[in-house]
């Protein structure tokens, strides 16, 4: 085991890190995560905000089609000169408050690229650069809605139900070639998405945000940093043996 295992500021120098989704919230935290560890990183969205790491290398690009995805992962891995650890984060959801039946066709589309195949696709452009590293790890972002969620956004969960199926099935097929896989599933986080989102249901459902605490056992909503902190415990050498699961970062919310 090396020296520096458990030394935050250094484990993760050498590495190189892609974080899709990584201009803000969860995203941004991960990829600050991983820079404040001595990684190289990459983020890719549409639009830079503020809250970008400014040490990142932004990478521009729409994940929702086959084109925009594998450009992102060539980008980053010519940016980056190959790749160690691969985060797919980026997502996306647009409540449809009239219930399940209201949501358009190309609704269900939309949400499938973003949310499930846009990590599929990045993975799979990104392969080959994993597959020259010592020790890959990826890590998908899902979402407690994989479960069954209310009707507004059934179609993202869907997604993410799939997304979940899928990087189970990739872990078995990666792990013995040694690149760890896993889920992170975050609770209700204090993220510009997240938030907006919340709001939306709240207002439709005539309560306040706050109110659906009481489904959370620790009764407040998450920090980016605090699922930021397990999405780095998996792809760092801490997480050496930790590959095909699914980890609940949510105050207690996956225990009811
Ligand atoms: N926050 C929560 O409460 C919560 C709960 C459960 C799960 N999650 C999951 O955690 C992850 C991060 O959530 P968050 O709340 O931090 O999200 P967020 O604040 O909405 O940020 C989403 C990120 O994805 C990017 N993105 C969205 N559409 C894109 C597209 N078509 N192409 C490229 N990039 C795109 C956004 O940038 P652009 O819009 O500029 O492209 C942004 O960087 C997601 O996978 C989400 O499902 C979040």
Request: net charge negative; charged share 20%.
């Given at each position: 085991m090396p020296a520096n295992l458990f030394d935050?500021?250094?484990?993760?120098?050498?590495?190189?890190?892609?974080?899709?989704?990584?201009?803000?919230?969860?995203?941004?935290?991960?990829?600050?995560?991983?820079?404040?560890?001595?990684?190289?990183?990459a983020v890719t969205a549409r639009s830079h905000t503020a809250d970008t790491p400014v040490d990142a290398v932004f990478i521009?690009?729409?994940?929702?089609?086959?084109?925009?995805?594998?450009?992102?992962?060539?980008?980053?891995?010519?940016?980056?000169?190959?790749?160690?650890?691969?985060?797919?984060?980026?997502?996306?959801?647009?409540?449809?408050?009239?219930?399940?039946?209201t949501i358009p066709d190309q609704e269900w589309l939309d949400s499938l690229d973003i949310n499930f195949l846009s990590a599929v696709r990045v993975t799979h452009a990104a392969l080959p650069a994993l597959r020259k590293s010592d020790g890959a790890a990826i890590v998908n972002v899902s979402s407690g809605g994989a479960t069954p969620l209310p009707g507004p956004i059934i179609h993202y969960g869907a997604a993410k139900a799939a997304l979940n199926a899928y990087t189970l099935g990739l872990a078995q097929e990666l792990s013995p070639q040694g690149i760890r896989v896993?889920?992170?599933?975050?609770?209700?986080?204090?993220s510009p998405g997240g938030?907006?989102?919340?709001?939306?249901?709240?207002?439709?459902?005539?309560?306040?945000?706050d109110e659906t605490l009481v489904g959370v056992p620790m009764r407040?909503?998450?920090?980016?940093?605090e699922v930021a902190e397990v999405v780095a415990l998996l792809v760092s050498p801490r997480g050496s043996w930790l590959t095909s699961h699914n980890f609940y970062v949510d105050g207690g919310v996956g225990a009811l």
């Open positions: 935050p500021a250094t484990e993760f120098v050498g590495r190189r890190a892609l974080v899709t989704g990584g201009s803000r919230g969860i995203g941004a935290a991960v990829a600050q995560r991983l820079l404040d560890g001595g990684a190289a990183v521009a690009g729409d994940l929702r089609t086959a084109d925009g995805a594998s450009a992102v992962a060539d980008a980053a891995v010519r940016e980056l000169g190959g790749l160690d650890i691969l985060i797919n984060n980026a997502a996306s959801a647009r409540p449809h408050v009239g219930g399940v039946t896993n889920i992170v599933t975050p609770g209700p986080v204090l938030t907006e989102i919340r709001q939306t249901l709240a207002d439709a459902a005539g309560i306040d945000p407040r909503f998450g920090e980016a940093s």
